[in-house]
């Protein structure tokens, strides 16, 4: 399953990539986490409990930040495993400023899954896959807003 998309973020390149890399920021903005604490320098572990249809379980997952070109890019490398099955994802974000107070992200993923999970059948997960994309950006742009009223 793979896929992409962009998205509009009302803040900077550096304040949207600051963001992006805060742990607690992140935390908020993921679906269903419940942990997400670092293990080493850009390797975190988190648990998910993801209530979508066939999907719904809880996850102890891996999320490792590489290929950090700061402000620009990065891409995320997730490994997870819960009762539903097992998912091993990549993705890959790049940040172009569109002037000092508008970033546009774009974002590509390629993920694999197995386990029950895996028998819901392609269309379905490429379903939730945006749902969860879609609910993290809704989340993010409010945490953005959060960190201009804290400056």
Known sequence: ????GKVILNAGIEKAWDVLLNPQALKNCIMGCTK???V??????AVLSIGIA????????????????????YKLIVKGEGGPGSVEATGAVDLVPIDENTTELNYTYDAEVGGKVAMVGQRMLNGVAKLIIQDFFKKFNKELAKSEQSV
């Open 40 to 45: 080493e320098e850009n390797k975190y572990e």
């Open 1 to 4: 399953m793979n896929g992409s």
């Open 54 to 73: 066939a999907v719904k379980g809880k996850y102890e997952s891996t999320i490792e930040i590489a290929d950090i070109q700061k402000p620009n890019h």
């Open 36 to 38: 997400l604490e670092p």
